[in-house]
């Protein structure tokens, strides 16, 4: 059978035609258009004057929160003396997550510049939105003198970016015209254009992003092998050998890893690997008509979502968990809420039942030996129980029976002075994003209370339990104590990018972070 649609988007600039009243109904007539756009996996968004921002971002997300926000332009500044300009900081508060550049009308009638327009995109990618970069020919000729002509503004932002971008073509001179470029010539420069855009990379680059700093920050690539705390020295395994790093302050966050041959994490060998674990992984499951996921926990449930919203009328796909419920440990409600919403994707679920063996059959499949004393035979099994903590080079006595890092209330190493911890690998909170995050925060604003000379502050790991899992795009739940996080509240989590972790110290120190070896 075929499989689901590509993405998709479609959406409209609403420039200066409507008034706030006029904007509004607009909205409320396209709100209903959103649950259909997503079954059929299209992406929708409207981009309305910036005085109608608040109110549209206020209403769409009531009515139909799956619509994206956008706004008409930005200014590359987040804040400053700009009179009449728009910061994107703003716009991100609002609820926009795209921003459109570089139209015809603003590169006319204001002289907008290639060079302005990748700043613009590089600050709106800066504040967690998606760039919308309009770009076109002016003059009527062949395809190949349209790519010509189109070719330095695509260039100008992947220049300044390796984030998602969002090119809109038109060509410039139909515009307003009795008679629009044919849909031949249309898709052909299209065709083309998507060429110059090339293959994006998955990861970043870590030492292009401490460029910045100079001589203040020194990225090393390579695995911590043993830590001596008392003598404030790391050992690193590098491709050249191994070498001697000091330290003032030491900060641990080298994660934890799946069992298994799973992407789940990131691998230990490099973001070669990684990649290349996930590229692995998309193709066995394109090629895969049954697929079954052993665990149901967060991984399991929101592995499951996903692959039920992309494949679930075509392929069998089934979850099977040891417990009786999904994600054990979270109210009643919020796993009959995960199950309801597995079930609409196609998703089979299997309660009370282990996965006892995997066994790799002769034609590449995997027969499954289960508790119940039966056996499943599926093309493609993807295990996700078990994560081990990435903590072999830190001396035992610093860690609990599982290998976790023992940290006090403020996230600092339990015995020892001037290291920190946070993470998969700290033992005061469950491995999961949620908490990552807030540890990250946390860590980053004691050590800048710590290099100021001041007291850290405690960070609160005993507060109500949170968890926050998406089911497909559209769909979440979670809790928070004994509460349901609302599926809306899950779905504009997922949207929202990570905070940026402060770094104003005063004094100057030998600051080393051990971090899992993800980056490149």
Known sequence: MAGQAPKRTVGVSLKMYFNLETTAQYIRDCAPLAPHALSHNVDIFI?????????????????????????????????????????????????????????????????????????????????????????????????????????PQIESILEVTDEEIIFAYEPVWAIGQPKPASAEYVVSVAKELRKLCGTRPVFASIPDGLAGYKEKAEFVLGAASALDPTSKMVTISTASGEREQAYDILVLATGSRAIGDVPWKASLAGYEATRDGLHKVQKQVKAAKSIV??????????????????????????????????????????????????KKLHVSLLYSTKITSASTLSTGQTELALSNGSTMTVDLYLPTIGLLPNTEYVPKK?????????????????????????????????????????????????????????????????????????????????????????????????????????????????????????GR
């Not at 006319?108 to 995109?121: I, Y």
């Not at 996921?293 to 039920?308: D, Q, S």
């Open 47 to 151: 981009i309305p004057d910036f005085l109608s921002l608040t109110a549209a971002s206020t209403m769409l997300r009531l009515e139909a929160p799956t619509i994206r926000l956008g706004a008409q332009d930005c200014f590359w500044e987040d804040n400053g003396a700009y009179t009449g300009e728009v910061s994107p900081a703003v716009l991100k508060h609002i609820g926009c997550s795209l921003v459109e550049l570089g139209h015809a009308e603003r590169r006319r009638l204001f002289g907008e510049t290639d060079a302005q327009v990748g700043k613009k995109a590089k600050a709106a990618i800066r504040n967690g939105m998606t760039p919308l970069v309009c770009i076109g020919e002016k003059t009527k000729g062949t395809i190949e003198e349209a790519v010509e002509e189109c070719r």
């Open 398 to 518: 610093l860690l609990n029976e599982k290998g976790d890092v023992m940290v006090d209330q403020f996230l600092r190493v339990k015995s020892v002075s001037d290291v920190w911890a946070a993470g998969d690998i700290v033992d005061c909170q469950p491995g999961q994003f949620v908490y990552t995050e807030k540890q990250a925060a946390a860590v980053a604003k004691n050590l800048d209370l710590v290099l100021r000379g001041k007291q850290p502050v405690a960070y609160k790991s005993d507060g109500d339990p949170m968890l926050a899992v998406a089911l497909g795009r559209s769909r979440g739940t979670g809790r928070f104590g004994n509460m349901k996080l609302p599926s809306l509240i899950v779905w504009l989590v997922s949207k929202s990018p990570p905070h940026s972790l402060p770094g104003n110290g005063v004094r100057r120190e030998r600051m080393l972070i051990l971090v899992q070896r993800a």
């Open 293 to 342: 996921i052993g665990g149901a926990g967060p991984t399991g449930v929101e592995a499951a979502g996903e692959l039920g919203f992309e494949y679930g009328k075509n392929k069998e796909i089934t979850l099977i968990t040891g417990g009786s419920q999904l994600l054990v440990g979270v109210p009643p409600h919020v796993a009959t809420f995960s199950e309801t919403e597995l």
